[in-house]
């Protein structure tokens, strides 16, 4: 009598079962790949956020020449001054894309140029507190554009993913040093940054597209 088959060990499954059983690998994810009808192509998707992200940090070397016109010997001056270091290399980071992707600068970059130092200037004339404020409100517009765009992009863009989260995290950190000069004691405080965030959404709406 021949002995009755023992079940084998999962173990011991041939390869063809294991594979059956093993869970799909993901796909990476490729930019655009859940754009619908209508949508902008891959590569329009990728020249509209390295324009408008050019334009930003164009925009935030103007507001912080501004504030150091007005507040360049101030206290804060020197904080300013490191903030405005940071955008600056920021900015050549998205100049250089700007020229090796190709990409056309925004139409409004004439406009931000005086429109950002304005701005800078006009905070800082209203104190040191103000100008801080200022920060606070680009920089928490700046925070959510840049997690939406860094959301968007896939593994075939993951240096420019990086790019745009380690900028992130920079302008986290000036939001943070500016509360910790007191950016929540300007005068109208709330006011202030609503109208500061109001712009900054509509220069981002703008500098996208044209």
Request: hydrophobic share 40%; glycine share 8%; with cysteine.
């Amino acid at each position: 009598m021949s002995k009755p088959e023992q079940p084998q060990s999962p173990d011991a499954q041939s390869p063809d079962a294991q594979s059956q059983d093993a869970p799909p690998r993901e796909r990476p994810k490729i930019t655009g790949e859940d754009a619908l009808p209508g949508d902008p192509s891959r590569e329009e998707l990728i020249a509209r956020m390295i324009r408008v992200d050019q334009a930003g940090e164009y925009g935030a070397v103007r507001i912080y020449a501004g504030q150091l016109a007005v507040l360049g010997r101030a206290g804060s001056g020197e904080a300013i001054r490191a903030m405005a270091a940071t955008e600056r290399e920021h900015l050549d980071r998205f100049d250089d894309l700007v020229a090796d992707r190709g990409v056309r600068p925004t139409a409004f970059q004439p406009i931000w140029h005086v429109a950002g130092y304005a701005l800078g200037a006009a905070t800082a004339l209203l104190g040191e507190r103000a100008a801080m404020a200022c920060t606070v409100a680009v920089e928490e517009v700046i925070d959510r554009h840049y997690a939406e765009q860094a959301e968007r992009l896939g593994e075939d863009e993951a240096d420019l993913r990086a790019t745009i989260e380690k900028f992130r995290a920079d302008e986290l950190e000036h939001r943070n040093e500016a509360l910790a000069h007191g950016a929540e004691g300007a005068p109208a405080y709330e006011l202030l940054t609503t109208a500061v965030k109001a712009g900054s959404r509509l220069a981002i709406w703008l500098s996208t597209r044209f």
